[in-house]
């Protein structure tokens, strides 16, 4: 047997065969650099041993470890790996978008081009992790393309316990989607969730027609206009729930069923603005929201791929968020 056949052997008995499985998965830069990670990792978990946090650090030290194994990130320090992967939940493509983003402010600070990408104002994100900062410099995925309603007063950080940070709260701008007369009667919030996802998956399907057709030109610019038709009704449907759902009086709760992630990220922020003007009149000093995102059954791909986006993008806001008893739920802490 070679060396390191038994190395791994060693490694899969402290570390656990997922463990290793995952980081060889995960390398493309060979099965040297791959098992040199997962000593590393042992060695981080026997100085470990004994804390409160060691389920928690392994996760992370697994997240960090595929990162670095991939190759792409020499260039980044463990901390600011760890820090990425802190601040977006522990999203890998969020993190790695993070990491991009890092990466083009690097090449920009050292004279290298920043490309065609047009910065503005509200384009930085200022994530606050483990005592170092990212600046990121362009969207990542998970952000809507509109200005943040939601601003911090001062530079975002991530929250601790014992500190809020007192959110500045400006209106919204996004783009404005007529909604049809046949809409605008509606009011009852079941009805239009229940519309939104039948449009959803009809428009789901078109687009599986037309990736379906391959060389049929007629065949998929029909089916690729009707999913343009479904999403056009779908875009109406979504605008006329959020203007329900912002109208409803009670912003202790949140329920953001039936809608996409950047018309959910705007509803929500609209919400908390309600929600802080609401505790200033009132005279409070601390406020929390219930936000339910869901766990992703109507999803495309039955996960949750809206509750790390939704927990990220407050976090890199400043704002203090922690994960419901109920899956699928966030609470929200705002302070005055």
């Known amino acids: 047997m070679s060396d390191s056949a038994e190395r791994l052997r060693a490694l899969e008995a402290a570390l656990g065969p997922a463990v290793v499985a995952s980081v060889l998965e995960g390398s493309f830069a060979g099965r040297d650099a791959a098992v040199a990670v997962l000593e590393e990792m042992l060695a981080v978990k026997v100085a470990a041993e004994g804390a409160a946090a060691a389920g928690d650090i392994a996760d992370v030290d697994v997240r960090v470890a595929r990162m670095r194994a991939r190759g792409a990130y020499a260039w980044a320090s463990e901390a600011e790996l760890r820090a990425a992967l802190e601040a977006c939940g522990g999203d890998l493509d969020a993190a790695e978008q ?22 503005r104002a509200d384009d930085s994100v200022l994530v606050a992790a483990g005592g170092r900062t ?31 940070t007192t959110l500045s709260l400006s209106p919204l701008s996004s783009r404005s989607v007529p909604v049809p007369p046949d809409l605008r009667a509606i009011d009852d919030v079941q009805t239009l969730r229940s519309l939104a996802y039948q449009l959803m998956r009809r428009q789901r399907d078109y687009a599986r027609l037309a990736a379906a057709a391959g060389g049929g030109a007629h065949g998929r610019g029909n089916s690729a206009q009707a999913a343009r038709q479904v999403g056009s009704r779908l875009d109406a449907v979504e605008e006329r729930l959020a203007q329900v759902l912002c109208a409803d009086p009670h912003w202790h709760e949140l329920d953001l069923h039936g809608l996409r992630l950047d018309k959910a ?24 929201v219930r936000v339910i995102v869901g766990r992703g059954l109507h999803s495309d791909k039955q996960s949750n791929r809206m509750l790390p986006r939704v927990r990220a993008h407050l976090q890199c806001r400043g704002v203090r968020v922690h994960t419901d008893a109920h899956a699928g739920t966030l609470v929200v802490t705002l302070k005055r």
């Open 98 to 119: 993070l990491l991009l983003c890092l990466l083009e402010e690097r090449d920009e600070a050292s004279g290298k081009p920043p490309g065609r990408r047009r910065r």
């Open 265 to 288: 990220l705007l509803v929500m922020e609209r919400r908390l603005a309600q929600a802080q003007a609401a505790m200033e009149a009132s005279g409070q000093g601390v406020c929390r």
């Open 134 to 164: 990212l600046s990121t410099l362009r969207h990542p995925h998970w952000r809507p393309r509109a200005s943040y309603a939601l601003c911090a007063s001062e530079a975002p950080r991530g929250p601790s316990d014992d500190d809020q």
